[in-house]
C-alpha cells in the first residue's frame, strides 16, 4: 500500500484526503524507480517527472538553467543594486534562536497570527520537528520515515517560504512611498530598508531556485499565497503597520528556527545529501562567500543571519514611532563608537532595539 512505500511523496498530501487515490494512481511507476537508488533526491527523480507531481520541487541535476545570464552586446555584468554586507564566520555562528515577549495586545495578536501560519504550513508540508506524538514514542523508525525531514522537504519548505517572504517589505516600502508623496512628508530613511529586506528574501529565492525546480502544484501554491498574502499585509500595514511590523519579527524568529534546525541536522548527519553540496555560484556572488566556506551549510548560515537581521530590523521598527521617528539602520549617530543599529549583523539584537536605546 502507499503509506509503506519510502516512495511516497508526502508533502502537502499529508493532509490532503483525495491523496490516496492520486498517489496510488501513479504509484506503480514510483516504486518501480525508487527501489534500489541511492539518494532522497533520485527516489523521488521519476515521480517529480510526471505531470502530476505534487508540491514538490525537483532535483538541480534535472532542471533546466532556471534564469541564465542574459547575452547581450554591451553587459558584461548585472551586480547586485544593493550590495549585501560582509558577515564574517564568527558572526554568523553567533546568530542564535531567539523569542521577543509579547508586551500588549497588538503583539499577542501578531504572535498569535504567525503560530496560526506556521500551525498551517507545519501541516502542508508535513514538518514535524521533534514532536513527542504517539508514534515517535512506539516506533521511532516509522516516525522518522514519516515525518522525519529531509533535502526535499527542507527545500519545499525554504521555496514556499521565502517566496511569500519577500511580499511585506515591498508592501510596507510601497505604502510608505505612497504615503509620503501621498501627505507630502519626509519617509525619513525607512522606504529603502522595506525594499532591500525583499531584495534580499528575493535573493534567499532565486538561490534555493538554482537548487530545485518547483511543479506545477507547487507554482500554484505560491501564486495563491502571494494573492492572499500580499493583499493581507497590503490592509493590515494600512490599519497598524507597528502590528504588521511586530508579525515581520515573529515571522522571522521562526525562520531563524527552521534554518538553525537545518544546519543541526547536517551536522547531525541526517541531510547527507546536503552535507556534500556547494552553494551555487549566484550565492556565492551576492554574500561574497569567502573560499573555503561555500557550502550547503554555509550558505544556511549566511540565509539564517539575514533572517536574525530582518528579525531585529522589525522588531525595532515595531517599537518606534511610525511617523515621525528616523530609520535607525540608516542614521549617522552622534557617538557611532557605542553599539547601534547597523545594516550588518555586529550589534545584532534579536528581539530588536528599544525605542529609546535607538531614537
Ligand atoms: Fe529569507
Ligand atoms: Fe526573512
Redesign the pocket.
Known amino acids: 500500500m502507499y503509506k509503506s512505500s519510502p516512495s511516497v511523496p508526502r508533502g502537502i498530501f499529508a493532509s490532503n484526503k483525495a491523496a490516496p487515490q492520486i498517489l496510488r494512481a501513479f504509484h506503480g511507476s514510483v516504486q518501480e524507480a525508487s527501489y534500489g537508488l541511492r539518494s532522497a533526491f533520485v527516489v523521488v527523480h521519476r515521480q517529480w517527472a510526471t505531470p502530476s507531481r505534487a508540491f514538490s520541487t525537483a532535483p538541480s541535476n534535472r532542471m533546466k538553467e532556471f534564469f541564465p545570464e542574459p547575452e547581450t552586446k554591451n553587459i558584461r555584468v548585472t551586480e547586485a543594486a544593493w550590495p549585501h554586507p560582509i558577515y564574517t564566520q564568527k558572526q554568523l555562528e553567533n546568530v542564535i534562536v531567539a523569542h521577543r515577549e509579547v508586551r500588549n495586545r497588538s503583539d499577542r495578536f501578531a504572535l498569535a497570527m504567525v503560530r496560526l501560519l506556521r500551525w498551517g504550513l507545519d501541516r502542508a508540508s508535513g514538518y514535524r520537528h521533534g514532536k513527542a506524538n504517539e508514534l515517535l514514542k512506539t516506533d521511532p523508525a516509522e516516525w522518522a520515515r514519516r515525518y522525519g525531514m529531509t533535502e526535499k522537504k527542507y527545500m519545499i519548505r525554504n521555496v514556499f517560504l521565502e517566496s511569500v517572504?519577500g511580499v511585506p517589505g515591498m508592501v510596507a516600502g510601497m505604502l510608505r512611498h505612497l504615503h509620503s508623496m501621498r501627505r507630502m512628508k519626509r519617509d525619513h530613511g525607512w522606504i529603502e530598508t522595506l525594499l532591500e529586506?525583499s531584495y534580499?528574501?528575493r535573493m534567499?529565492l532565486l538561490t534555493f531556485l538554482k537548487m530545485a525546480e518547483p511543479g506545477p502544484f507547487m507554482r500554484l501554491m505560491v501564486l495563491g499565497a502571494q494573492g492572499v498574502f500580499f493583499n493581507a499585509m497590503f490592509f493590515a500595514y494600512l490599519v497598524s503597520p507597528r502590528t504588521a511590523h511586530r508579525f515581520v519579527g515573529y515571522?522571522?524568529e521562526e525562520?531563524v528556527l527552521t534554518y538553525t534546525r537545518e544546519i543541526e541536522d547536517i551536522d547531525a548527519g541526517k541531510l547527507p545529501m546536503w552535507a556534500n553540496m556547494t552553494a551555487p555560484d549566484i550565492a556565492v556572488k551576492y554574500w561574497n562567500m569567502p573560499e573555503g566556506h561555500r557550502t550547503m551549510r554555509d550558505l544556511l548560515l549566511y540565509i539564517r543571519a539575514?533572517?536574525a537581521k530582518?528579525r531585529e530590523v522589525n522588531h525595532t521598527f515595531g517599537n518606534l514611532d511610525q511617523k515621525n521617528d528616523p530609520n535607525p539602520y540608516v542614521s549617522k549617530y552622534i557617538n557611532p563608537e557605542l553599539p547601534h543599529p547597523t545594516k550588518g549583523i555586529e550589534y545584532l539584537k534579536p528581539t530588536g532595539w528599544e525605542r529609546e536605546e535607538v531614537i
Open positions: 517572504a529586506e534580499n528574501e534567499h515571522l522571522e525562520a539575514d533572517e530582518h
